[in-house]
């Protein structure tokens, strides 16, 4: 099974939004209600800042908001901070058949 | 406080088997939670291996399931990951990761170990 598509970059100016888009198929993203987004800082782990396509984890901040329109998902960066330069990968749960299934990553710039 | 540790060689030759270990404590083992791997190779983007669930059921990605075994040992809070016929492509950071099944995502992971495959 493919990975999810996604841009590899993705820039906004301070304070501004950036969205990220994370495609699928109607085998994974558009079937399922579970899609995650992680942050991903080199030398860290990743972190997980969205669960079940728009719910956050305790301690994430609430500019982190996820959405989803057919086999496409997006996460969307409001009020750009410095500290969000990083890496950002959606995963969807694929089936019995491939159960998680990761995006090809955007970078994420904060101009 | 939950945290996940792997432990591994940091360099294995082509052919050779690979097993890593994941040691988790602050959470319990059971309904609900699993342990998976992750890996990510030197500039590419991460990629789910494996994991298994409270109950001993296991899956794997099917491009890599006939080179890969994942295994647990409740008693150690450990779950051990096998993977035969090591390449060079195989070269990456591996994370092991709690899946909490409630929310069906990674939600908490170790700080990764790096292997590299090399002769």
């Known amino acids: 099974q493919s990975a999810l598509t996604q841009p590899p970059s993705a820039s906004g100016s301070f304070g501004q939004s950036v969205t990220i888009s994370c495609t699928g198929t109607?085998?994974?993203?558009?079937?399922?209600?579970?899609v995650s987004w992680y942050q991903h800082n080199p030398g860290k782990p990743p972190k997980l800042i969205i669960f079940e396509v728009t719910k956050r984890p305790s301690g994430v901040p609430d500019r982190f908001s996820g959405s989803k329109s057919g086999n496409t998902a997006s996460l969307t960066v409001s009020g750009l901070q410095a500290e969000d330069e990083a890496d950002y990968y959606c995963?969807?749960?694929?089936?019995?058949?491939?159960?998680?299934?990761f995006g090809t990553g955007t970078k994420v710039t904060v101009l | 406080q939950v945290t996940l540790k792997e432990s591994g060689p940091a360099l294995v030759k082509p052919t050779q088997t690979l097993t890593l270990t994941c040691t988790f404590s602050?959470?319990?083992?059971?309904?609900?939670?699993?342990v998976g791997w992750v890996r990510q190779s030197p500039g590419k983007a991460l990629e789910w291996l494996a994991f298994i669930d409270w109950d001993g059921d296991k899956s794997y990605s099917p491009s890599l399931k006939t080179r890969l075994t994942i295994s647990k040992d409740t008693s150690k809070n450990q779950v051990v990951l096998v993977m035969t016929s090591m390449d060079p492509v195989d070269t990456a950071t591996y994370y092991c990761a709690r899946i909490d099944e409630s929310r069906d995502a990674f939600d908490m992971w170790g700080q990764g170990t790096k292997v590299a495959v090399s002769s």
């Open positions: 602050g959470f319990s083992f059971n309904t609900g939670m699993c």
């Open positions: 109607s085998s994974d993203v558009g079937y399922y209600d579970y």
């Open positions: 995963c969807s749960y694929g089936g019995n058949d491939n159960f998680y299934v």
